[in-house]
């Protein structure tokens, strides 16, 4: 038991890893692999663009809330810093939400630019799109560029 006022530490990177691959471990992505293999490559993409710990947590954890992999609840509780369940709920998208206030959402949470960044760079992969039917494929090609272009980040996605 911790003395009143105190916060246990932060969970550790490795720990927050588990903790996605264990939330995420039921489903697959839209081509039929393991979810987590998603969230890795976001992380991975967030550290590679220079992303610090708090915004690579936040990669691992960027869709338990919107998938109903953790709760909302388990969010607020969890031995996370506010930074990293700041950006988790940016990336949050919430039901009926208009892209232009989600990319505002995103814009106005310190640190949520970058995961999205390399969310939508796994997202758009080539080779993640190319195994999906060709009117999935389109629209989700035009998706990913609206919301590059309403986050500022141009038209071509860096892995």
């Known amino acids: 038991m911790t003395p009143a006022g105190h916060r246990p530490e932060p ?24 979810y987590a293999e998603h969230l890795q490559a976001v992380a991975e993409g967030v550290r590679r663009r220079g992303g610090d710990d708090e915004q690579i ?24 810093t506010r ?7 940016a990336l949050t998208k919430r039901a009926g939400e208009p892209p232009e206030a ?14 999205k960044e390399a969310d939508l760079a796994h997202n758009a992969d080539p080779a993640r ?21 309403l986050l500022g980040l141009g038209e071509t996605p860096v892995p």
């Open 11 to 34: 969970l550790s990177l490795p720990e927050v890893e588990a903790l996605a691959r264990e939330a995420h471990a039921d489903q697959e992505d839209k081509a039929g692999r393991p």
């Open 57 to 80: 947590a936040a990669a691992w954890l960027h869709d338990a809330v919107e998938d109903d992999a953790l709760s909302e609840r388990w969010l607020t509780e969890a031995p996370l």
């Open 83 to 89: 930074r990293t369940k700041d950006i988790v709920l």
């Open 102 to 115: 989600y990319a505002r959402r995103i814009l106005a949470t310190p640190g949520a630019r970058l995961v």
């Open 129 to 149: 799109l190319a195994v999906l039917d060709a009117t999935t494929r389109a629209r989700l090609t035009a998706k990913y560029a609206t919301m590059r272009a």
